[in-house]
Structures are given as C-alpha cells and as structure tokens.
C-alpha cells in the first residue's frame, strides 16, 4: 500500500495531536459499513459529521443513530425523490445536492473530508469547497464511475454516448488529481488509475468489510422469517440494489428450474427498476415460487439474511472491472452459503474464494447457476459447513478497529510516524493513556 506524499499543515490553526480532528465522512448513498467507520472515528476523539443523501432510495445503515460522543449523522435531502433512472432529472438533481452537501461541509468547517459513492458533479462540488477550506481531501472510490457511465451511454446513445462518456471519464480524472489522497477497494483499480495517471504515492489500498457486530448470527427460524411464511422453506434470497450492472433475468431462470420443487422459494428484496421489471416477469411466466419484497428496515438485516439458505449475488461479466457489490460481505457475516455468479476477475470473487463460503458460477451461465443452486439446497450439510467458514473469514477480517487503523494515516498524515511494534503515533499514545 502506497503512502500519501503531501504533508498536512493545520490550516485551521490545530497542531497534529492537539484536539479533535474533524472530519466529514461522506457516503452519498448511506450503507452500513461507512457508518460504522464513522462510529469508530468518533470513539477515537474525532470530531465527525457523517452525511449521506436522504433522497436516494436502497438499503440504508443505521443512520438514525447517532448516540456516540463526536458523532452527528445527517441526511442531505434533494426536492424531489432521486430519480435514478431519469438521466436530465440525475443531471439536475447532482448539482443540486452538490450545492446542498458543499453548504453543509461550509459550516462544518472540517480538516478533512472522506467521500463515497458520490456522483460525479456532486463530488467536484464538495472537493472545490474542501480546497475553499484549506482542508484535505480523500476520494474514497467504490467504483470508477467514468467507465460505468461511459458504458450506459454507449449502450443507450452509441456513438454520441463515447463521447459523452469520455468527458465524465477526463471529470473523474481530474477529481482523482485534485484530491489529497485516493482510498481504493481492490487493487484491481490499479492499472485503470495507472492508465489515468494518477500518482501512485497518493493511493490506499482497503477493500470493503461489512460491520460485522451489526450482523449477529440468528436462527434459520426467526420471527422474520415466521412472519413471511418461511421457516418450513428452502430459500434463495437475494438482498440489496437490482440494476442495471445485474442480471435479473437469471432470478427468472432460477425461480423457472426450481418451480417444480415444492418447498423451495427464490425471495428477493429489493426496490426499483430491476425489482419491477421482476415483477413483470413473474406475472407472465406465473412464478409463485418467486416473491418479491422491498427493503426491510436496518434493523431486521440479520434476520432477513438469516432466512435464506442460499445468498444470492449477481453481477453482469462487463461488470468486473469497475464495480464490487458490498452484499457479498453481509452475505457472509451471516453465516450462510453464498452462491455468486459474477465474474471471475470481480474482487467478491476472490473474496469467496478466500472464504470458501460459498460456490462461484460465470454470469450468463444459466444452467451452471442452476446446478449450483440445485447442489447447495440438496444438502444440508454442504450448506452449513460452507455458512461456517464464511462467518469465520467474515470474523477474521472485519474489525472496525483494525480497518480504521488504515484510514488514520489516510485522514491525518500527521499521525503516520511509526511508533513501537509498528503502530501509528495515535495508536501509541492512546496505549499510554489507557495504561
């Protein structure tokens, strides 16, 4: 991992060490694990606000607790619902929190600013205010949006769509120059970003976790599952965003080939376009067997993953090289068999390779999907021992202590020295407070 090579001066009057370091933690979209980030930062004297957008629509964390010392959660909401699907009404409505987000971030006045999951306009207006400010600036990226949006473009507008696609792909450049320093999820962003030439000294490498203490394990028989009906099922369930880097066809296929078996239901919650779409194609090919759900509250995660016998992820193949769904982490914190058709290249892959959590297929591979569908709810066994040991690589790799360890240095240079056994200054300092 490389090593951020500018040096902070304390703009703002605050000498390393002295005081609370604030910090804005920034996830447009509110997921459970930057939240926890920001827990941890303010259980270790920062002074953090945390913003994500009230207006967009998908599983949330637990952002309506805010009960820590140093911690302040807000929403940042638009006019209108975010209207994902709606290109020109996107356009207006990423100026329009960028605005809101910037003013916010104006007041706060922090010394540096992490931001995730941020569309493109909003993230050039947030980092503009940041330098206003004399403040840092960390572009924590989920995904290399550019290509994303290049490739929807291209699929929509051809030709035209290049050329539209390009100029967000040179925007996101810039605003990976721009910034003080780049925390990436997988190495496998780095020849991308070699490509854009962004500075290697500038760039972390920290994959995604999910928080873990927030996924307890729970009994295949909960009440979640009594309530919908069910415990004496064997189920499929997908959780989470179902769009256009997905494939929802294959739940089709699945629930088709399994329809035949009596006892076993595809479930899948889920809101939007794809969650429609699903919708549609149940009623036309009369799928009882497929039922569809939206979100849950945050709370009742652990209990909704808990239900499922296999935990479904989907990724389309040209997918791979610019994005990593995060339910593949929650999927294996609790404790079940994953079956994963996303590409092989995909970091998740690799992650349930390391975890040997669950069975892995090619996208497009419908009857490899199937198979392994088929395989994993025919035995019990197979299920359990592969639910073992993802919630044990689950268990070994998703402290938050230890994760917000790498982002001290990131956050604030000047508690990068080396202190004994390798810690960071802060770390040291604070043994020898406690002892």
Same mark, same amino acid.
């Given at each position: ?28 979209? !509110?997921? &459970? ?29 637990? +952002? ?178 179902? !769009? ?11 629930? #088709? ?16 376009? !794809? ?104 035995? #019990? ?27 001290? &240095? ?8 080396? !202190? #004994? ?11 020898? +407070?406690?002892?």
């Amino acid at each position: 991992m490389s090593h951020v090579s500018s040096h902070y001066t304390g703009q703002h009057g605050r000498a390393p060490g002295d005081g609370a370091l604030r910090v804005v933690v920034h996830d447009y979209v !509110g997921h &459970p694990f930057q939240v926890q980030l920001s827990r941890e930062l303010a259980r270790r004297g920062m002074d953090v606000l945390h913003l994500h957008c009230g207006s967009f629509r998908t599983g949330k964390g637990a +952002v309506d607790d805010d009960d820590i010392d140093g911690l302040r959660i807000e929403a940042v909401v638009l006019s209108r619902e975010f209207a994902r699907y709606s290109p020109w009404t996107r356009f207006r409505q990423e100026r329009e929190y960028g605005l809101k987000a910037s003013a916010r971030v104006r007041e706060f006045r922090p010394e540096v600013v992490l931001s995730a999951n941020t569309p493109l306009l909003a993230q050039k207006r947030l980092l503009s205010e940041t330098k206003r400010l004399g403040s840092r600036f960390v572009f924590w990226q989920q995904d290399i949006l550019g290509i994303g949006i290049r490739r929807a473009l291209e699929q929509r507008y051809g030709r035209f769509g290049t050329v539209i696609g390009n100029r967000f792909i040179g925007l996101e450049r810039s605003l990976l120059v721009r910034s003080d320093a780049v925390a990436v999820i997988s190495d496998g962003f780095l020849p991308t970003l070699e490509q854009l030439r962004i500075p290697t000294d500038k760039i972390y490498v920290i994959e995604n976790w999910a928080p873990i203490d927030e996924l307890p394990l729970r009994p295949r028989a909960n009440e979640w599952a009594r309530q919908q009906g069910l415990v004496d099922k064997r189920v499929v369930l997908y959780s989470g965003t179902l !769009g256009l880097k997905h494939d929802p066809e294959a739940i089709v296929q699945l629930a #088709r080939h399994l329809s035949d078996q009596d006892d076993v239901e595809v479930v899948v919650v889920s809101e939007g376009r !794809g969650a429609d779409w699903l919708r549609r194609r149940r009623e036309e090919e009369r799928l009882s067997n497929l039922r569809l759900l939206p979100f849950q509250p945050y709370a009742e995660l652990p209990n909704v993953l808990a239900s499922g016998d296999v935990l479904l992820t989907l990724l389309e193949a040209d997918a791979g090289a610019f994005s990593v769904p995060s339910k593949v982490l929650s999927y294996l914190c609790a404790g079940r068999a994953l079956l994963a058709a996303v590409p092989s290249d995909n970091l998740s892959a690799e992650v349930v390779r390391r975890s040997g959590g669950g069975v892995l297929v090619e996208p497009g591979d419908e009857a490899d999907l199937v198979a392994g569908a088929t395989r994993l709810l025919a035995s #019990r066994s197979l299920r359990e021992e592969l639910g073992r040991q993802a919630r044990r690589y689950a268990e070994e790799n998703f402290d938050v202590a230890t994760i917000a360890d790498r982002f001290e &240095p990131i956050l604030d240079p000047g508690e990068r020295g080396e !202190g #004994r056994n390798g810690t960071t200054m802060r770390q040291q300092r604070r043994s020898e +407070v406690r002892g």
